[in-house]
Structure formats: structure tokens, C-alpha cells
T-cell receptor, first 116, second 114 residues
């Protein structure tokens, strides 16, 4: 069974450009999470979707960041315009949240973003 | 609020030996879960083991086991017969109840010496 799929694996862009990160969760999972990992701040939750609906976006740094989940099998995280301080590894994770389930989050391989 | 503390920034172990990584946590939830994730140099976050707080029995997955002390809010990971492939950053994490968020510790970097 395929795990969480993220693309691209690496992205190098220049300041001011738009960046779009993509995620395909594990089939059957109803919860999706976007995290950011940096040396300074560790792993931070950016946004959480449940049944394709954004439940908590309080971790999104600012208006330059937006996320969508148009269907159960696809989500995007967009940064526009990008800044050097956005350089980080971005992870997508999915889980099944419901009675009787441990709600374990499974992570994708991450996207390493470098903004020059 | 949930907090997770890993007091050992780095640990090392000889191949085939046993090592224990420490983790303490704090949560206001009565029903919660605890996890250990491994992050090798490839940066993939890999689930190692999980523990449901309502279960008294400590979780075990092959060479990996936990010592869950609920009253002390302690959740340590024991790796037996350490292998070179176990070298990685290990993160302890907590979630549960109404709090869907995974709260991570800062990690412990494990080195395995041949």
C-alpha cells in the first residue's frame, strides 16, 4: 500500500516566486496535516484538514501561505511570494481519525524548500 | 497545552548493545497517545512505536520497546541489539483526545558505533 506521497522532493526558487507543494494522503485516511521543520523551531503544525475541511490553520505563518484540499486524495500548500525565511522541510502527514482508531499520523518524505 | 521534553540531545551506543532514550510529557487530556518517530538522514519521518495511554502494557515492536510510566509522565524508548541502521534522530511525540495535534520533543540524535 502506498504511503503519503509528496512532490516535489526538492524545490529551489528565488525570493518573490510562487511555490506550490503537493500531497497525496494514504487512501482511506480522513485527516491531513502540513508541518514545517526547521533547525530553530523544530516541527511545527501549519494546518490540519479533516474530511477535506480546514479545521485549524493557526499555525500558518502569514497570509503568504495558503492550503487547499479539493478532494480526499490531494492537497496543496502554496507560498506566494516566497521569502528566504521560508526555507525549510515541509512534511505532509495523514491519519484516520475516528472511534476505535489510534489516530496515528504517517508522514510523507518531505519537500526540502530553498528560497534564494 | 501539551509539552514533550527530550533531555538527551545526543546519545551513542555500540553496535549490538542496548540504549534507552528518555522522554517526559505533560498533557491535560485523559485519553492520549504517545509515539516515537525516527528520522534518518533521508529526513523521512518513520513511525517506530506507539502507545495508547489507557493500555497498561508497554508496547513492543521487534527490537524496540517502551517503558511507559503514566503517573510519572515518562515514555522512554529502548532499542535492543542496536544496528547501524538505527542511527537517526528520534522524536518523542504526544497527541490525543480533543487535541489532534502531534506535539514533538526536540529530538535525540542517536549514533551507533561499529
Amino acid at each position: 500500500d502506498a504511503g503519503v506521497i509528496q512532490s516535489p522532493r526538492h524545490e529551489v526558487t528565488e525570493m518573490g516566486q510562487e511555490v506550490t507543494l503537493r500531497c497525496k494522503p494514504i487512501s482511506g485516511h480522513n485527516s491531513l496535516f502540513w508541518y514545517r521543520q526547521t533547525m530553530m523551531r523544530g516541527l511545527e503544525l501549519l494546518i490540519y484538514f479533516n474530511n477535506n475541511v480546514p479545521i485549524d490553520d493557526s499555525g500558518m505563518p502569514e497570509d503568504r501561505f495558503s492550503a487547499k484540499m479539493p478532494n480526499a486524495s490531494f492537497s496543496t500548500l502554496k507560498i506566494q511570494p516566497s521569502e528566504p525565511r521560508d526555507s525549510a522541510v515541509y512534511f505532509c502527514a495523514s491519519s484516520f481519525r475516528g472511534p476505535g482508531y489510534t489516530d496515528t499520523q504517517y508522514f510523507g518524505p518531505g519537500t526540502r524548500l530553498t528560497v534564494l | 497545552a501539551q509539552t514533550v521534553t527530550q533531555s538527551q540531545p545526543e546519545m551513542s551506543v555500540q553496535e549490538a548493545e542496548t540504549v534507552t532514550l528518555s522522554c517526559t510529557y505533560d498533557t491535560s487530556e485523559s485519553d492520549y497517545y504517545l509515539f516515537w518517530y525516527k528520522q534518518p538522514p533521508s529526513r523521512q519521518m518513520i513511525l517506530v512505536i506507539r502507545q495508547e495511554a489507557y493500555k497498561q502494557q508497554n508496547a513492543t515492536e521487534n527490537r524496540f520497546s517502551v517503558n511507559f510510566q503514566k503517573a510519572a509522565k515518562s515514555f522512554s524508548l529502548k532499542i535492543s541489539d542496536s544496528q547501524l541502521g538505527d542511527a537517526a534522530m528520534y522524536f518523542c511525540a504526544n497527541s490525543g483526545g480533543s487535541n489532534y495535534k502531534l506535539t514533538f520533543g526536540k529530538g535525540t540524535l542517536l549514533t551507533v558505533n561499529p
